[in-house]
């Protein structure tokens, strides 16, 4: 069966602080996607970054960054400088093979970036 | 607008009552998902299908729940005998299945059902 943990229920931060969303994982497929979707308060899920279980190098994108570390099942997503714009629920999801199956989620964390 | 589409975007109903929901794809899309989101949690998986084959159902999906896609392009999901727990946000995605790669999944912007 496979797990997605998101430990972290809610956090707010002051804007242009930096901040690390936490996910961790389970899985018995040795080969798995893992993904990071955002859901802004309209509602509709937008993709953000994938990772297949065999690449583990970290990835940046603008103010995004995800750490992917097989060892403690982690995939952790951190936003540079936030902003207002940034507030949102963010979920981490899991899924087999080539990421055409089935997507597991976590509960989300919501963040809210205060002025 | 070619992503995907969901109709209608909100439903409210009495218990006991049916309700059908309609998801249409982006165009080229052969796979295509059905989520069920409750208030504070994470969607949670319903059923996929590939073309017009459903190739998988949750245990989340019981007989009161019926998905189709009859020609391969757009799907309804229906509930029958709505109750209240029904209450939720239902999700479509839909994907393109290419052997050996990858394709992320593209969602809707969802439909709301509220079962009084």
């Known amino acids: 069966a496979q797990k997605v943990t998101q430990a972290q229920t809610e956090i707010s931060v002051v804007e242009k602080e930096d901040v690390t969303l936490d996910c961790v994982y389970e899985?018995?497929?040795?080969?798995?996607?893992l993904f990071w979707y955002k859901q802004p308060p309209s509602g509709e899920l937008v993709f953000l970054i994938r990772r297949n279980s065999f690449d583990e190098q970290n990835e940046i994108s603008g103010r995004y960054s995800w750490n992917f570390q097989k060892s403690t099942s982690s995939f952790n997503f951190t936003i540079t400088a936030s902003q207002v714009v940034d507030s949102a629920v963010y979920f981490c999801?899991?899924?087999?093979?080539?990421?055409?199956?089935?997507?597991?989620f976590g509960t989300g964390t919501r963040l809210t970036i205060i002025p | 607008d070619t992503g995907v589409s969901q109709n209608p975007r909100h439903k409210i109903t009495k218990r006991g009552q049916n309700v059908t929901f309609r998801c249409d794809p982006i165009?080229?899309?052969?796979?295509l998902y059905w989520y069920r989101q409750t208030l504070g949690q994470g969607p949670e998986f319903l059923t996929y299908f590939q073309n017009e084959a459903q190739l998988e159902k949750s245990r989340l999906l019981s007989d009161r729940f019926s998905a189709e896609r009859p020609k391969g392009s757009f799907s309804t999901l229906e509930i029958q005998r709505t109750e209240q727990g029904d209450s939720a946000m239902y999700l479509c995605?839909?994907?393109?299945?290419?052997?050996?790669?990858?394709?992320?999944?593209?969602f809707g912007p969802g439909t709301r059902l509220t079962v009084l």
């Open positions: 999801a899991l899924s087999a093979n080539f990421g055409n199956e089935k997507l597991t």
């Open positions: 899985t018995r497929d040795t080969t798995y996607y």
């Open positions: 995605a839909s994907s393109q299945m290419t052997s050996g790669s990858y394709n992320e999944q593209f």
């Open positions: 165009s080229e899309h052969n796979r």
